[in-house]
T-cell receptor
Framework: DGGITQSPKYLFRKEGQNVTLSCEQNLNHDAMYWYRQDPGQGLRLIYYSQIVNDFQKGDIAEGYSVSREKKESFPLTVTSAQKNPTAFYLC????????????FGQGTRLTVV | SQQGEEDPQALSIQEGENATMNCSYKTSINNLQWYRQNSGRGLVHLILIRSNEREKHSGRLRVTLDTSKKSSSLLITASRAADTASYFCATHTWGAGGTSYGKLTFGQGTILTVHP
């Protein structure tokens, strides 16, 4: 089945640690996105990538980093510089850089302990 | 900053009633989309309306778009308990810096509760 897989589903991070969230898609989509969702809130865009080896900052990129070495993979690293990382992280993809519908993974819930 | 602002933040209705959610946005868009999210899950696409369209239907869903007012509404008719979820509007715009990159920005969402 085609889709987007996020892992892990739950992640615990100690203060000062970097952690990496995985996002893989087998839809052959060009564009991929990372969003952060806080309780009762909407989605805020962290980073997005339209093609391999290129990505753009979203509205809240500080404290996060990404890479896009392969079309199907768009991992997100939450660095120690992100002061309040506890949130629900959602990865999405769209077929191309233009008008298209987003497909979402099931999310990773990150908690700082 | 959020492109879309949704209203109301929460809506509680009885089964069989209609539910209307509104979305306002700030900049020119290519299209506007509505998504549904069940608690703790990813979002699922419901319907897309292009900037040159005024109304679109899909099953029990009706979406309108008024680009002069920069607003959209989602109507769910004959609601069911299974419609209980959060609903988000998302605007598709071109990225900054003159690139041809599309950007999808979400609103705060409306929490819909349908009572049996």
């Amino acid at each position: 089945d085609g889709g987007i897989t996020q892992s892990p589903k739950y992640l615990f991070r100690k203060e000062g640690q970097n952690v990496t969230l995985s996002c893989e898609q087998n839809l052959n989509h060009d564009a991929m996105y990372w969003y952060r969702q806080d309780p009762g809130q909407g989605l805020r865009l962290i980073y997005y990538s339209q093609i391999v080896n290129d990505f753009q900052k979203g509205d809240i990129a500080e404290g996060y980093s990404v890479s896009r070495e392969k079309k199907e993979s768009f991992p997100l690293t939450v660095t120690s510089a992100q002061k309040n990382p506890t949130a629900f992280y959602l990865c999405a993809s769209t077929k191309d850089r233009g008008v298209s519908v987003a497909f979402f993974g099931q999310g990773t819930r990150l908690t700082v302990v | 900053s959020q492109q879309g602002e949704e209203d109301p933040q929460a809506l509680s209705i009885q089964e069989g009633e209609n539910a209307t959610m509104n979305c306002s946005y700030k900049t020119s868009i290519n299209n506007l989309q509505w998504y549904r999210q069940n608690s703790g899950r990813g979002l699922v696409h419901l319907i897309l309306i292009r900037s040159n369209e005024r109304e679109k239907h899909s099953g029990r869903l009706r979406v309108t778009l008024d680009t002069s007012k920069k607003s959209s509404s989602l109507l769910i008719t004959a609601s069911r308990a299974a419609d209980t979820a959060s609903y988000f509007c998302a605007t598709h715009t071109w990225g900054a810096g003159g690139t041809s990159y599309g950007k999808l920005t979400f609103g705060q969402g409306t929490i819909l509760t349908v009572h049996p």
